[in-house]
Structure formats: structure tokens, C-alpha cells
């Protein structure tokens, strides 16, 4: 109902709240504040509970020996890879969602799984079993992230700069790409014996085991530094929300900034996927948790949420699996298989895309 | 002052503009009225800089708008299209208050919650302020956005269409806060409109496009005349005297 | 706008519709689609003699009956019918990047297959096609019900939610493969590849002959099917009928066709938009047009696979997923520069 102008002030007059409490913010009244402020506590109680559960439980050394110690110390590089991983996905997937305004594609469907694949794949297919080998170390660690970079890199510079830029386009393509080499890497795959294919296997699957110590030095600053370069750039990210048309009103480069959000995220899904492998759908469930949670536009309230449902749910289903169930390797493929459900769900909401 | 010198853009097989050439001076409301496909929205979107030009320039006071910064041009113009669907739940205050980020990048100081306020207030919008815009009416979520860039503080306000999908109260409620926006707040607005009759009695100047070319450029006066109106639309158009100012009758 | 633009549509397909025998056909049998026919012919004529075993000397000929034809006849039909999935679905979506791996369909019919893999491993070919088809079936179903639910900004959305979709149910069927140990055995049966098609398999693909000649007998409905439940009761047709029909003819082709042969990446998408590139958008009157090309694309790739890392085979899946994505890509690309971004 459209109030007349006469009666407008009247209805002022009678408002609870004084005249100077009007401000503006990303959480809308006090029970926004409450259940958000709840939330985030919540995730962090799960999050320390299973961080001290993978440190401490079941230790077979006696407490406090030089056994112990080191077996919480490779149990906390297993938790450090978590951390990283969890980032990554979280922070990548929301700044994707919003550079691409739309909260249903992650950046995992860009082709980043399959180059990873077909990285691997060719190894072993050229080299045999000694393949998987010659891939691990911290030089191969960033060759395989420098190739991913390139090809997201060339393809946003190819598709999104110029006169015809269009982003859907430029997913489309990404896409069909990661397609193509999907089916190279199959090709090559079903050449390989049986034990070539096992060895193989087990580092096509994102896998928190395949992250090896000495990466995390390099690791843990990379996803660090992007993630400071994207908090201290979410008052833009939340225009960029608004969409194109609204965004340039407002006076940013839409394509530009587009362009600069993005390559910080092919960062960030390189890093994740040279770290462990491929995840599509953990970055989905993380930012759509953030997303249901929090309720707000606001990128620098959305990003910590997103990151602690990612290490709260990472974390807690490899203690579950790996220490009480013994089950350690199938940790990302359940959570992949529960964030596709998620996927699933929210495919048949209504909506508009 | 808008000055369009020579410009030209092939929108699609369709709709192709220019090269137009026309000055739109500051102050009032100009309406751009014209058959479907002339290049309105085209035109108007081209001066907000949301679409590129292939030839020719704009100027809005003074500065051209495709080389000049986009955020200095911010302060300038504000533009709203007729479509806008976002991905995130807003509430009114907070698109309002999106209409600041030009000056506060993001950091809105009391002066900003200030003109957010009087935006919201000016629409009427005072006890809305916390709703989320998708429990709004149409004619109420219209208001919130056009409050968003009357906050932006822009002497150039371009609005595309903004009665559409409005009902005849609110489309009227709607042209009355916009005179009231550029009397009262001193704004230059320039808007899209579909009905020639709402353009003859709310806006000071009228711009008729057909075919991608300004075919017409005057007072309401000037424009709302048989042969005028009968070319522009391609219709027959008889103007008779209503109570409060001449009608275009086409029916 | 869009309003404007449906209703055109509709105006259109009610003419179709309505006085079928003036818009509708434009000549067939000209000149260029005999010189198309005999082509195709000559296709197939290669595809029954190259090999590696020369089936013409002396005692050998056997091996014709059963190799070479069954191979060629799997040709055909998977080609016509893959091709007209994506014109059904084309048709009933309005979008023309759908087809049934740009819309998770393939994957659910593997789905289907590792289930029945797992679940009773001794099943016969036919149980496993089965299989295939009914989870065709709810896939194709749940991408429209997803379709009808939301509204969509740009029609590019659509394949890139359903090569998401794809994804999803693919995860599943990796992890049961995971499971059941099977991960290699499914990569291979599941890539496309004709060579296994022999005497004893392919007679399974005849199923398919009937989903390609019905298309011809009620593409109009799928016409007017697509442009909404509204637009199509309108016009006197019953939506969900229509839409059910469409998704089981997808559906059967799709899972026979990943039964007996494999996946056929983008034939669906390539053909129905190649043919429309030099013959133009009315889908209805290129269909026989689509049914030939769709026929010679699978052979030729098929002959490529076969002959170039010969005496081995390169799978046609992995021809088509190289050559199809390449026209993909170029297809986006020139609808980039055209602007214009409506289906």
C-alpha cells in the first residue's frame, strides 16, 4: 500500500525508534546480530571440538613422549591442509558466485578438475606408474598450479575483455573445454594397466592424504595473501552484487573488477586442487551454508562464515571417518556426494537465475 | 547540460541508433517518448555509460563520459534500469544505502546515513526501511530503487521506464515524487516513458526518438500536436484540451 | 520485450500449427540433399570396408555378417537418434544448447547402469538397458522440472546448470564404482565406442529406429510444448502428455544408446545447430536434413577413430567430444558476436 504524503509524517511521529538510530549495516536489528553472532559460535565450538579430536584422539604413544608429539604434528598438518583447502573453496566460490551473479555455478566447473586430471592422467600414461612420482615436489606443485592459472588466465583475458565480453560465455566455453580434456584424459586412462590405473586413481579424487607436508610453507601464505586481497576488497564485492548495470552506476569498472575477482579465485582453485585434488562441490555447500546462515549481503561477514562451515564440515567428517570410522580416504568424496545433494536442492527451489 | 554530438551505436539487427545529435539542457524532467524499439532506453542507457557508444560522444555537464572515470561520473549521473533482480537479500535501507558508495566506499559515515535517511523519507519509505525487498509490492520496490539513486546525490538522474509494471496510483504517486525531485531537490531527471500522456503533464521538455534518430525536441506544448504525435507513433493521434492540459487520444 | 517475443512465437507456431501443408515444407528432394544422401552412402560404404581384417579373402566373409554390418547399422541408428534427442529437446526447452550431455541425461543413464551393476551383477543386457532408460527418464524429468521452476536471465545458463547437474549424478557413479572396484571397467564400457558393437549386441539399437521416426510424426507438438503450458493448451495440446513423450523418446534413446554403444558427447547439440546454420532456424523442416548429417557425422568420426592410430581404435566418444566441442566453442562464439543471446 502506497501511503499518501499527508499522512507519511504522522506515521513517522508514531515510530519506535528515535530519529538517530537509523543506520545502515549489513545485519538488519538486534535478532540478525543474535542468530549470525550464534551461528558462527556454533561452528566454532564444532571446528575446535574436531581440531582437538584429530590432534588427541586415539594416539596410541603415551601423552607427552617424543612419539606423541610427532604424531600430532603430522595430524596437525593434516588439520593446517583442512584449513587451506577450506579457504580456498569457501573464499573462491563466494567471490565467484558474486563476480558471476549467480549463486548456483561454483568455479570448480571451469575446467580446473579436469586440467588437474588430465595433468596427472598424461604423466602416467607417459611415464608409467614412476608418473605420479615425478609430480610430487614443490616445483611440480607450482607447475601444475601455473598451468591451471593459464588456462583460466587466457580464457577470461580471450573471453571477457574486448567488445564482446560475456561471462556466460566464457563459463560455457570453460566448460565444454574442461569437457574436451575430460575425454582425453578417459582415452588415455583406459590405455593404462590395471595397477597404472590404481595408482592413479588415488590422486584423481580429492584426497586430503595427497597434500604433502612441504607444500603447505608456500601454500599457507598464497591462500593467506588472496584471502586479504579479497576481504579488503568486499565493499566492492558487495556492489559488484548488484549486478553490472548497478554496479557501474555506482561507479566501478564492472569488467575490470570482474576480471581481477576472478583471477584471484583461479588462484585459489588452483591451490586447492594442486593441494588435494578435485572438489567441485565443497566450495557450493560452503557458500551456500554461508549464504543461508548469514543472510547478508556482506562479503566481509559472509567470507568467515563461509570459511568455518567449510573447516567445521571438512574437519569434523575426517574425524568422524578417519579416526573413529578408519575410513580416512573416503572424507572428500562424502563431502562432495553431500554437497551435490545440497546442489541438487537448490536446483528445484523456485527461483531466478 | 547532456550534449549528444554524432552518436551512433548498432544495438542489434534490429535497433540500430544515430547518428544523433541533441542537447538536453540541466534542470526539469525530459521525457523520452517513442514507438517501440526507437532507441530510448538504448539512448538513455548510452549516457548513464552502462552501454558503449561505436561513434560519437556524450557529454553530461561538461565531462564525457566515456573517458571520464567511472567513479567521478558517479557523482554525477545515477542511472536505474528497469530490470533489477539481485542475488542477495536486501533490505531497503541497505540498497539505499548502496546509493552512498560513490563517497564511502563501503564506509558510510553519519553525513551518508543522512542523505540515506532523507532518500528514503523523500519516497516514503520511512517505515519500510527494514523490509526486505522481497516482501515489497512492485510499486513499493520501484520506490526503493529510485531512492537508491536519488542518494548517489546526483545532479543527472536517468530512470528507463520506471512506471512500468505499475498501477495507475502508483505510476501517478511515482511522476509526482519525481517533479517533486526535481523542483524540490534541484535535480535534472531524464526518463523513459511509455505514455504520452504522463510525459505531456509531468516532464518540462519531450524528446520523440523513432527509428533510432530524435525526430522531435520541445515543450510539451510543441510536441503534443496531431501531426506531431500522428508521425512520431506512427498512429493516428488527435490532441484535445483535458481539465489539466491537452490529451492524446489514439484509440 | 520477452513478452513480445513469445508471443511472436506463438503466433508463428499457431500457423504452423494451423495450416500446416503452406508454411511448413520447403522442397526436399533438392539437388544438394541427394548429393547429401549420396555422401552419407559413400560413409557407410567405408565404414563396412575399412578394418584391419580383410574381410574379402577367402573364408572370411563371414566376419562381414558379423562385425561390419552389425557396426555400421549401430552407426546409423545411433546417429539419427542422438541427433533427433537434441532436437526434441531443443525444441521442447526453446534453448538451443540442450542436448542430452549438456543436460545430465547421459549420466543418469550410467547411473542406471552401475546400479544395476552393483546391485545384480549377473543382469542380463537387456536389464542393464532398462536400467538406463528409466534413469534417463527421472534425469530428463528432473532437468525440466527445474526448467519450469525458475526463471531464467540467459539461456546459456541452462547447459551450464545441466553439465553441473551431469556432475553431480556422475560423482554418484564414480563412488559406486569407487566401491564395487569397477572404476576402470565403467570408464571404458561407458566411453563411446562402436567397437565392441558385434552380432549379439547391436540388436538392441533397432529400439531407437522408432524414437527417430516418431520425432518426424510429432516435432510440431514439441514446438508448441516448448513454448510453455500455457502457450500450448492454448493451441489445444495436452503439455503434460507432450512433455512426457519427449522425455521417454530422449530417454530410450539416450539409455539404449549408453547400453549398447556408449556416450555420443554433443552430437545432439552439434548437429541439430550445424544444419541450421546453412538451412536456418525452422527445425521442423530440417529434420530430415538433421537425421543425414547426424548419421555421417558418427561415421566419419568413427572412421577416424578407427584409422588414425590404426591397427588400434581411437573411441568415437573421444573423436566427437574433441570435434564437437571445438564446434561448440564456435557456435558460442559466433552467437557472441552476433549479440544476441535468445535460445
Known sequence: MLKTAQDAPAQRGTQQTPQQSRRSGPLTGRRHRRVYALVTAVLILISLGSTAGILFYNNPMPVGSDGW??????????????????????????????????????????????????????????????????????????????????????????????????????????????????????????????SEFDVLTARLFGNLSNARAEYLPYAIPIALAVAVVLWLWAPKLNVIALGKDNATNLGLNHKREVIKILLLVSILVSLATALVGPMMFLGFLTAALAYQFGDTYSHRHLFPLGFLCGYAVLSASYFVLRHVWDAGGAVTVIVELVGGLVFLFFLLRKGRL | MISLTDVSKAYSSSV???????????????????????????????????????????????????????????????????????????????????????????????????????????????????????????????????????????????????????????????????????????????????????????????????????????????????????????????????????????? | MTSTLRQDIAYTSRDILVDEQRSRRRPLLTPSFLLAVVVTLGLLAASLLVGQFDVFAEGNFWMFGITRIPRTVALVLAGASMAMCGVIMQLLTQNRFVEPTTTGTTEWAGLGLILVMWLAPTASLLARMSAAVAMAFLGTMVFFLFLRRVSLKSSLIVPIIGIMLGAVVSSFTTYLALMTDTLQTLGIWFQGSFTGVIQGRYELMWIVLAVTVLVFLVADQFTAAGLGKDMATNVGLNYTLVLFMGTAMVAVATGVTATVVGTLPFLGLVVPNIVALFRGDDLRSNLPWVCLVGISTVTLCDLIGRLIIAPFEVPVSMVLGLVGGIVFIGLLLRQRRKGGLVT
Not at chain 1, 549467480?102 to 570448480?108: D, F, S
Not at chain 1, 571451469?110 to 600414461?125: D, P
Not at chain 2, 538504448?42 to 553530461?60: P, Q
Not at chain 2, 548502496?98 to 517505515?127: M, N, Q, W
Open chain 2, 16 to 251: 540500430s541508433i544515430g547518428p544523433v545529435s541533441v542537447d538536453i539542457d540541466a534542470g526539469g524532467i525530459t521525457a523520452l517518448v517513442g514507438p517501440n524499439g526507437a532507441g530510448k532506453s538504448t539512448i538513455l542507457t548510452m549516457i548513464g555509460r552502462l552501454l558503449s557508444l561505436d561513434s560519437g560522444r556524450i557529454e553530461v555537464a561538461g565531462h564525457d563520459v566515456v573517458n571520464t572515470p567511472s567513479k567521478a561520473i558517479a557523482k554525477i549521473i545515477s542511472v536505474l534500469r528497469q530490470e533489477n533482480h539481485f542475488v542477495t537479500r536486501l533490505t531497503v535501507r541497505q540498497l539505499v544505502s548502496f546509493g552512498r558508495f560513490p563517497y564511502s566506499k563501503g564506509r558510510l559515515t553519519l553525513g551518508d546515513e543522512k542523505y540515506i535517511s532523507e532518500a528514503i523519507d523523500f519516497l516514503d519509505l520511512t517505515d519500510l526501511e527494514d523490509r526486505y525487498l522481497d516482501q515489497l509490492s512492485g510499486g513499493q520496490r520501484q520506490r526503493a530503487y529510485v531512492a537508491m539513486v536519488l542518494a548517489q546525490n546526483t545532479d543527472y538522474v536517468l530512470l528507463d521506464e520506471p512506471l512500468n509494471n505499475l498501477d495507475m496510483q502508483h505510476a501517478v504517486a511515482m511522476m509526482k515524487q519525481l517533479r517533486r525531485a526535481a523542483d524540490e531537490l534541484d535535480r535534472t531527471v531524464v526518463i523513459v516513458l511509455h505514455d504520452i500522456n504522463f510525459a505531456a503533464h509531468y516532464s518540462d521538455r519531450i524528446l520523440a526518438m523513432k527509428d533510432g534518430q530524435v525526430v522531435e525536441h520541445g515543450t510539451p506544448a510543441e510536441i503534443m500536436r496531431d501531426d506531431v504525435l500522428t508521425r512520431v507513433f506512427n498512429t493516428d493521434v488527435q490532441v484535445v484540451p483535458g481539465p489539466n492540459g491537452p490529451l492524446a487520444v489514439y484509440y
Open chain 1, 69 to 194: 608429539w610427532l604424531i600430532a604434528g603430522m595430524r596437525r598438518d593434516s588439520l593446517l591442509t583442512i584449513a587451506v583447502v577450506a579457504l580456498c573453496h569457501a573464499m573462491a566460490t563466494i567471490a565467484f558466485q558474486t563476480a558471476v551473479n549467480n549463486r548456483i555455478i561454483t568455479p570448480g566447473i571451469m575446467g580446473f578438475g579436469s586440467l588437474y586430471t588430465a595433468i596427472q592422467t598424461g604423466f602416467v600414461y607417459l611415464f608409467g606408474i614412476t608418473g605420479v612420482v615425478m609430480l610430487v615436489g614443490v616445483p611440480q606443485f607450482f607447475l601444475q598450479m601455473a598451468v591451471m592459472m593459464l588456462l583460466a588466465t587466457g580464457l577470461y583475458t580471450w573471453l571477457l575483455s574486448g567488445k564482446f565480453s560475456n561471462i556466460h560465455i566464457m563459463l560455457l566455453v570453460g566448460v565444454v573445454l574442461g569437457g574436451t580434456l575430460g575425454s582425453l584424459s578417459t582415452f588415455m586412462q583406459r590405455m593404462l594397466t590395471p
